[in-house]
């Protein structure tokens, strides 16, 4: 039933970016959003070579309307990222992870959602190129911006605590294991409500 849902979500999503194209034209904001989420899409039906050029078209048009800083035009560079990754293309991946972390640093600032988004990003794809310790290094940043703003409880700052266990080795790193420990600390209990910090 999943798959007869996410088909009918391209279906969707093609007639909504077909109108939006005929009606606003192929460079209007809300037409290059129809195109994104239509990217999306596709990769949820495993049509990964149509989402990718989806996504590389929607970037370029960003780019010439947008800028190369704008939000919009630094969420589909993230998005492209993302699928060169999982396409195996890691070098590519890394390189568009990299600029569109610089971008949204300098444009967002560094505690900001999207650029820690973008960090988290770069991490996977230096882990899949075996450079563990930039991994390492850059993941302990979000890790630390991600506990002062969000919290310990919140779901992002635990998914970049599991990553600082993975990659500093469990059993090697006591740092790791005292982490894990504040970590699990924090966890709600069964039947604990996942109540915001502060």
Partial sequence: MAGDDSRAQVQLDEDTLARR???????????LTSAENLAISLQAVREHQAARELNEDTLARRRRVLGEDHPDTLTSASNLAMLLGRLGEHQAARELAEDTLARRRRVLGEDHPDTLASAVILVGELTELSEYQAAKELNEDILARRRRVLGDRHPDTMTSAALAIFLSGLAADPKARALMETMMAAWPQPGEGREPDG
């Fill in 21 to 31: 194209r005929r009606v606003l034209g192929e460079d209007h904001p809300d037409t």
